[in-house]
């Protein structure tokens, strides 16, 4: 029949929900590979603290829980009926899957209505059930699973919404609307956020509603919802790039004298700014990622983010830091590289001042810098896309290198000003063609077709 349980979603404050988690068989993958078929929801019940909920005796019957008699006697009675209507389904000869399984547990009558009437629409627990669902799924829509950056975005956004609700309660799925957009931005613009920020949980909060609208476990219609009022913002920034004489100087750089976490934290800066890999992929090498084809040696990863394979040349700069290290450098975090290579820019005298220009709190402000407090570990990935085009590698091949999955993306990598721009045109083949000394006076092109 299946396996029923009751788990626990623990927030980071506040309330702990209480939901099913019924496991019923397995179903095969297009890779062969079988994967457990769950239904999971929300029964509408919640413990004051993690530590009073015990698996076997339920909610502990304790002074912060005042209700524990009743809710314990309402769950093992959901238990019940819920395993006794899947057998009746299942001798009826009807298929199990999540809509059914839904059906059943509203169809016991004190879940639904108490749920109903004890909590109405309660936008913390499906904030809740949302993160829940992102943890524990195994595939997104386009069949990857969920990264680690893409599960900490959503619950960074689940925690601004949460505190965001506090002074903007949501009573009716009515109440989201544009005008709880207009609060929400005008709220995040106070709190000092930034409009790339804004945008990214404005896009999060946009996916919540898709999951409300969407989901087996909710179906909720938000019917004065308008998605494409919901704007997300999005400010070109003007990021550093390194150029390929200030990665060498790097590379030169006697680092001999300070602790090794700065020469690897510089040999794995500078692969990535030679090679064009994310960091995420670059602290996954290993030496069985190198292979040889037709005498060259290439890196072969699989990207971490789009599930893709890449083959990248190992150039001669990256081989003499492979050599240097006996092998691929041991990795690192990211916080890590962050904080070692801008010491490692300064001591390499990269320190021309650099200004950026943002939104940040509704106000358009800039900031000077000298150039090394600038740079990150994304600077390296940057750093390749732009050097790379300004070195007249067209998008294409350089997109198959750095993994890009569309042009527009892999724009805004390259930051190029108008006038490094209008070189790069002068010197293309088809720009240096237009001369006359290439045509004949009847027009035909002397050069003749192979």
């Given amino acids: 029949m299946g396996t029923f349980n009751y788990k626990l979603r623990t927030a980071t404050k506040g309330t702990s929900s209480i939901y099913i988690q019924f496991s019923y068989g397995k179903i095969k993958q297009p890779n062969g590979k079988y994967k457990s078929r769950l239904y999971r929801s929300s029964t509408g019940y919640t413990v004051n603290k993690p530590k009073n909920w015990l ?24 238990q019940t009926e819920f395993e006794k209507r899947v057998n009746e389904a299942l001798n009826n000869g009807e298929s199990l899957d999540n809509d059914l399984l839904k059906e059943i547990q509203q169809s016991i009558d004190f879940t639904k209505k108490e749920t109903e009437k004890r909590k109405g629409f309660n936008l913390n627990e499906l904030l809740e059930d949302w993160v829940n669902f992102y943890e524990t799924r195994k595939r997104t829509r386009a069949g990857r699973k969920p990264t680690k950056g893409t599960i900490k975005s959503i619950k960074n956004t689940k925690e601004t919404l949460t505190e965001f609700l506090k002074s903007n309660p949501i009573s009716s799925p009515k109440k989201i609307n544009t005008s709880l957009y207009q609060d929400l931005l005008n709220y995040l613009e106070r709190a000092g956020l930034t409009n790339n920020t804004i945008g990214k949980i404005v896009k999060n909060t946009k996916t919540f509603f898709t999951y409300l609208k969407e989901d087996d476990n909710h179906h909720i219609e938000l019917p004065n919802y308008m998605p494409s009022k919901w704007v997300v913002l999005k400010e070109e920034i003007d990021e550093i790039y390194l150029s390929n004489e200030e990665l060498m100087k790097i590379f030169y750089l006697d680092l001999s004298g300070v602790k090794e976490s700065y020469s690897r934290a510089r040999d794995l800066f500078l692969i990535s700014a030679f090679t064009g890999l994310r960091i995420s992929d670059n ?88 150039k090394f407090e600038w740079v990150k570990s994304h600077t390296a990935r940057r750093s390749f896309c732009t050097n790379a085009y300004l070195g007249d ?58």
Avoid: C
């Avoid at 698996?55 to 009675?77: D, F, G, Y």
């Avoid at 190029?416 to 720009?431: E, G």
């Fill in 55 to 78: 698996e076997k005796q339920r909610i502990s019957e304790v002074k912060a829980e005042p209700n524990a008699s009743v809710w314990n006697t309402h769950l093992t009675t959901l």
């Fill in 283 to 370: 602290k996954r090498l290993e030496e069985k990622n190198i292979i040889i084809m037709e005498g060259h040696r290439f890196f072969k990863i699989e990207s971490k983010k789009t599930r893709e394979e890449v083959y990248i040349p190992i150039v001669e700069v990256v081989e003499e830091i492979l050599n240097r290290n006996g092998g691929i450098p041991k990795p690192m975090a990211d916080q890590t590289i962050n904080e070692l290579i801008k010491d490692v820019a300064e001591w390499s005298e990269i320190d021309e001042n650099h200004t950026i220009k943002r939104t940040k709190g509704g106000k358009e402000i800039e900031e000077t810098k000298p």
């Fill in 393 to 450: 590698m067209d998008s294409i091949s350089i997109m198959a290198v750095s993994n890009h999955t569309t042009e527009k993306n892999f724009m805004t990598y390259i930051k190029v000003t108008k006038k490094q721009q209008a070189l790069r045109n002068a010197k293309h083949d088809y720009i240096r063609s237009l001369s006359p000394s290439n045509f004949n006076e009847d027009g035909s092109h002397k050069l003749k077709a192979v």
